[in-house]
DNA sequence: GTGGTCTAGACCACA
DNA sequence: GTGGTCTAGACCACT
């Protein structure tokens, strides 16, 4: 093997405030706010995340710039989270651009989840069992009320509770590693395209239901099978979108 | 869902020289580099990594520091690699010290690689194929060669075939997601404990083979089996080295 | 010429609050509020300069600070704009120590409106003639009234019409550089004083006249001596006033 | 007058490192910075300005946006100031949609430098003459450089010793605020256009020569006389590019 | 030594 | 109290 391959790749010193940047994005692409929440104010964010306000204004600076927040000023003042707003065509136009990474993505999220899903049938502990029945009867009560009035911001809750619930098996499966691994993962289906109402998939409440009732059981299988036409679902809808 | 589960985490700025320090200790750590060798000059990294010399400069300093290279001058000069020396009552300390987080990798490795072979063996190509086939061989090499006159120097070898057939097995899967998280989550098992001989498993070559024998088959289940099984021998014998 | 002469002065960040005080201060000065008048209230204040009403507030108490206007509250308050209180003692003081930037103000005001009333008549435009003609007529009256009843607030009126006639032979100059120029030298002679009833100088109703009729019959020249005389009059007037 | 004429503007608060960007765009309006000089280091500037690192930074961003200047890192680095880069059709272009403009700056130009040079044979003072003279010959020799091979820096370098020219001649007057006048007034008639060797006039240098003379001889008449002729000659100069 | 960036603290205008 | 901005000092990477 004389072909040295010295993978070294270009040092990019990441500025803080891109990184700022960064983590506030995916706080937002990962449903942690949505759209219509004010985020923390300047001053908290920079203790949370321990940089200097200077720092965090830079970054929100670029984030009011694309459009993904809005600044209010004054004593009620914030930045409001703003709906990544795309049309159907438009969507339609990003999924197939995006085509590749997106499929790619959910192929890995079969993987992951459907592990994180059969571990966390074999080592089941109550404490997560109890945290998913909880979130599933939290997403019933929010599926009902969109379903009667479709307004957005219970969608938006939606989508919240769906990535909790995600989330929490991931928690479930008591491997840290896949848990973070879960975590980043699922954004990058979504991303591209922002929240939208047809993520409300009418089954999924079933698949919840039928997830943690193979966990439960500690029928890693049953847990396994049934995480895996959940996400064959999710990759269904957006084969139907795309040839729309 | 009232507690507003936040997730920020706190910016690490990280300096451009740190990187460059962790960019070559990963390379070494992945066996890109291996003890005995020289890494490439101050003057040809700076423009690998698109740095300035004095930030590759730093960064070098850090590391002969660590005892990781050592810096000879001179016309045959340059930075020696130098063995990860750890006495087998460190290396079982440390391992004891890590064991969660090496458990968890493995752990989340068998996941992972367990479904790149699945993958590889549903999706097979003959050129994958054919790559995993001639890494086998040259494993085959250098393994007779490691066994009949222990030099460290084959050994090192071995490892650097053993991780690149790995990595050959996560292409193999024509997923990019998966690909990335087994070569970001290999070294992590590793990494606490460094380069050591007893890597060398007596039967692993015989794991290698059954692997690539099921894909080539194109028999899922088959090259999915070798695959754990070939990961819980590694397991085992971390178990043994730690109860020792 | 190696000695760079890079004119680079201090910035100076001025508050929002401070230009309001300077803005009204300069209102005052230049006549547009009289002593007596009751400056617009807060809310109006804020709304025409486009800042907050606390904003207002904190310029407000500044010049109430400085005496400039004295907070009446209740039904019928307001900001009442006084009359800057000098003896003719201090006015001499004053009048000495400002002495140079005074005359050297004086000296470029004949520059700046002998030029003006030179190409005002050049450029003799009827509505401009109108203008002159009507200001002269406000000022005859004013002045009648003044003199036979020396009330201050008719010498106020004198002055804002006297300001008045001076722009609009600036204006009639037909020159924007040239009327701004004026409009911000002019006050530069008085500022350190403040208004004062001496200002109201016996002959310069004959000046204005002889300004006009030469800008009316198309003389340049004819305008420009009386221009030139009308300010030259008014620096013997302070010549006499420092010399008391 | 009942209309009560409250000229009351908003308030416009204006960010330092805006005042830092107009201050240094209108230093190299001025040429007291030309094409391919370096500014003042962000650490000078800051100090000269008494402003913050940080604020002049930022000025600098700005206008290295607008193109005005390059920024070169490192040790040899600074900001590297760009010439106005137009074709002798835009500058038409420009020249006929700012034509107004320039020409009011212009008219006023002859007002405030016949003046001058007015003022400066009546109060001829041994210093300003002897610097007047120097700056003569200083131009005729970047004059006859210029000519003989057209580089762009002699141009600039001719530029700034006819700025300065004509400033001595202002301060020759001793009249400040003429003086402050002239030099604010005079790149008003460049500023949109930028430095172009057009400016170079051919007879300019006889016109400077006969102002000195004027106001060496005593002969006030004399020098407005030299002063105003060099001045229509360039209002003819931008006729001329207009119509072309 | 240059520009690039961050920190910590402060004051201000806003609503 | 919110965001907007500036200061003063510091460290870093570049050349």
Redesign the pocket.
């Known amino acids: 093997m004389s072909d040295r391959n010295t993978n070294l790749e270009p040092?990019r010193?990441i500025?803080?405030?891109?990184?700022v940047v960064e983590q506030l994005r995916r706080a937002m692409d990962a449903g942690q706010f949505r759209p219509g929440d004010?985020?923390?104010?300047?001053?908290?964010l920079?203790e949370m995340l321990?940089?200097?306000?200077?720092?965090v204004?830079?970054a929100?600076?670029v984030l009011?710039r694309e459009g993904r927040i809005v600044?209010?000023?004054?004593?009620?003042?914030?930045?409001i989270v703003q709906p990544l707003q795309h049309s159907p065509a438009e969507i339609r136009q990003i999924l197939k651009i995006h085509r590749a990474a997106v499929f790619d993505a959910l192929d890995f999220r079969v993987i992951l989840e459907v592990a994180a899903a059969r571990r966390a049938a074999e080592r089941r502990r109550k404490k997560d069992i109890t945290a998913l029945r909880s979130l599933i009867s939290l997403m019933d009560a929010a599926m009902e009320v969109s379903l009667a009035n479709q307004t957005p911001h219970n969608v938006f809750e939606f989508e919240r509770l769906d990535s909790n619930f995600h989330e929490a098996v991931a928690v479930a499966s008591q491997n840290e590693s896949l848990h973070r691994a879960v975590v980043t993962t699922r954004p990058k289906v979504w991303a591209p395209v922002g929240s939208i109402w047809w993520r409300l998939e009418e089954n999924s409440h079933e698949h919840h239901a039928a997830i943690v009732d193979g966990i439960e059981a500690g029928d890693p299988d049953a847990a396994a099978q049934a995480m895996e036409e959940h996400i064959a679902n999710t990759r269904q809808n957006i084969d139907k979108w795309i040839r729309r």
């Open positions: 040092i010193q500025a803080a405030h891109e990184l004010r985020l923390p104010s300047e001053r908290d920079a321990e940089v200097s306000r200077l720092t204004h830079t929100i600076v009011e600044v209010r000023r004054g004593r009620t003042g914030g930045f």
